[in-house]
């Protein structure tokens, strides 16, 4: 592909590419030329440009032998010492995807005192835990991560990097995929590999509109993030497996940018991810106390309770009580909805919940459509009745 570009540095403004540009793509405008979205890249106007200011950029692609690169990493993360569990659900994915491809799933473990961490994983079947254990790794460090990361992968030649999709796999995963000149697919919500190995990375886009289809597919590794819940987690074997293999910490790793001055540990919150059943209030609601009933629900249920969007905009809750897009994944073994309408914003951050329970007043909403229980229904009988029915003890009844 080509494209003309301005050296802005250079040009005068005299207007003499204007002049001579076939198709009248550029334009004078603040002293500085500027292509417009007619240029054809005929470069006429490179030739006629005193200056030299105006060049024209090809950009060359890079093919690499993919059949060099094969297996698939997981980077599992370790925090406040323990394996954070989207770690395990995504060694659960690389085995699926592996399967047929007949790749090792590994996996890198970097930090300080990682070992009991490292011994973890072998009981989810990967073939080799790269750990990084030293001082310097204390804290998440960006660039020492990324250099002990990179240190694993140009050891390994994965063929496809995951990385949880958390605070610090979104800080890692693009410098490590910038150290490979390679493309990354943030918040992946399925992953499907190829046989020619090209790994189809499949997110929401243009906001929810669409499910897109991401490949990339002239270089490697290939590198997706994924949010927590999204996939199963496997079984934790009884037996581990694998081997640990310690790797000296890369030089760049003690040569840090980022000092850690001082830390402080913030007591775990309880999240919406964790609950096993959720009760969630939508658009429905008409004023704000009622909230009020999807936590008494929640009580009665032993579960807790969440919001769509538009409750959180309004100030009804906090955004951690968020289900969605911009919000939070969910997974429960039972999530009943009140009054939301199923936008895919919404839908498929819970759709993999195990069983589904949704009242809704139109028989055509499209929330019904991943429900396991359709209830067209006004939540304002529904709700009050399945309180009281559960307080006073008959939901036998139910
Ligand atoms: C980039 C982007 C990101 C987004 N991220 C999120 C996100 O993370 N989370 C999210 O939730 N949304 C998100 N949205 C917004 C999303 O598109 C929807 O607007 C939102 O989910 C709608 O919320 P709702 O279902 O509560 O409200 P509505 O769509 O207004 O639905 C209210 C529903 O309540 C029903 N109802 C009304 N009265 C009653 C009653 N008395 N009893 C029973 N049912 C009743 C109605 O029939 C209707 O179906 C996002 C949008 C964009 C563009």
Avoid at 211 to 221: C, D, F, L, S, Y
Avoid at 339 to 364: H, K, L, R, W
């Amino acid at each position: 592909m080509a494209k003309i570009a301005i050296l802005e540095r250079k040009c005068d403004g005299c207007g003499l590419c204007a002049g001579v540009c076939p198709f009248g793509a550029i334009e004078i405008a603040g002293g500085l030329a500027q292509i417009n979205g007619g240029c054809k890249n005929c470069a006429t106007c490179v030739k006629a440009c005193p200056k030299q200011a105006i060049i024209k950029l090809e950009t060359k692609t890079v093919q690499v032998d993919k059949t060099k690169w094969r297996g698939i990493l997981v980077f599992a993360e370790v925090s406040a010492g323990k394996l954070h569990p989207v770690s395990t659900e995504l060694i659960g994915k690389a085995l699926e995807l592996a399967a047929p491809l007949n790749y090792e799933v590994n996996a890198a473990v970097v930090g300080e005192n990682i070992a009991e961490s490292a011994e973890e994983l072998r009981h989810f079947g990967v073939r080799t835990v790269y750990a990084y254990d030293d001082k310097a790794l204390y804290g998440f460090k960006a660039d020492a991560w990324a250099a002990c990361v990179e240190d694993t992968i140009r050891l390994t030649k994965p063929s496809v990097v995951l990385v949880g999709s958390t605070l610090v796999g979104r800080s890692l995963a693009p410098r490590l995929a910038t150290r490979f000149h390679t493309g990354l697919t943030a918040d992946c919500t399925q992953l499907v590999l190829r046989p020619d190995s090209d790994l189809v990375q499949i997110r929401p886009a243009f906001g929810g509109n669409i499910m897109a289809q991401i490949v990339t597919q002239n270089t490697r590794p290939q590198f997706a993030t994924v949010r927590y819940k999204v996939m199963d987690a496997p079984v934790r074997r009884s037996e581990a497996s694998g081997e640990i293999v310690y790797r000296p910490i890369p030089k760049g790793a003690y040569d840090s940018k980022i000092k850690l001055l001082s830390s402080q540990a913030i007591p775990p919150k309880k999240s919406i991810s964790d609950a096993e059943v959720l009760v969630v209030g939508g658009r429905g609601l008409k004023k704000q106390q009622d909230l009020e009933m999807i936590r008494e629900l929640a009580l009665l249920l032993g579960g807790d309770w969440a919001v769509s969007r538009p409750l959180v905009e309004k100030g009804w809750a906090g955004n951690e009580r968020q289900i969605g897009l911009s919000g939070r994944t969910v997974r429960p073994r039972l999530i009943i909805t009140f009054g939301v309408s199923g936008a895919i914003q919404f839908a498929s951050c819970m759709n993999m919940s195990e069983y589904i329970v949704s009242v809704n007043t139109d028989p055509d909403a499209p929330i019904f459509n991943v429900a396991h229980t359709a209830v067209v229904g006004d939540l304002y009988e529904i709700l009050p009745e399945l309180i009281s029915t559960l307080k006073e003890g008959s939901h036998e009844r139910i």
